[in-house]
């Protein structure tokens, strides 16, 4: 079982936006952060194929290759899903430079779909 993301480093510290992960189908992820510090989730993937199409059920994202440029692959984790919370908040200030961490917290948390979790 992962443990609170209270105890986790960066995510328990103060002024940082935790996220969760969901996979596919808006479920909290095995591997999610969970506990009272998580902000908000975020679409993390499976580390599975769908069975009846065998299609990854992961987030495509980008890898470089040793020496061969880039490629894209499908992974699962909570690495996944803070990327889209991170992109959120940067656009967020590209509008408000002057946003706080917090603010923006409670902004995501006001607009967020509850029924995704």
């Avoid at 002024?15 to 992820?29: L, S």
């Avoid at 299609?55 to 996944?80: D, N, R």
């Amino acid at each position: 079982m992962i443990p609170d993301a209270k105890g986790d480093s960066p995510a328990g510290l103060d002024g940082v936006i935790t996220v969760g992960a969901v996979d596919q189908t808006g479920q909290i992820a095995s591997y999610s952060n969970f506990g009272g510090v998580v902000a908000l989730m975020a679409p993390g993937g499976s580390p599975l194929r769908d069975p009846e199409t065998g299609v990854p059920e992961g987030v495509l994202s980008t890898i470089e290759l040793a020496g061969s440029g880039f490629t894209y692959t499908y992974y699962a984790g909570t690495s996944q899903a803070a990327p889209f919370v991170t992109g959120t908040v940067s656009l967020m200030r590209a509008v408000d430079p002057r946003l706080s961490a917090s603010a923006a917290r409670r902004l995501l948390q006001q607009s967020a779909d509850p029924s995704a979790a």
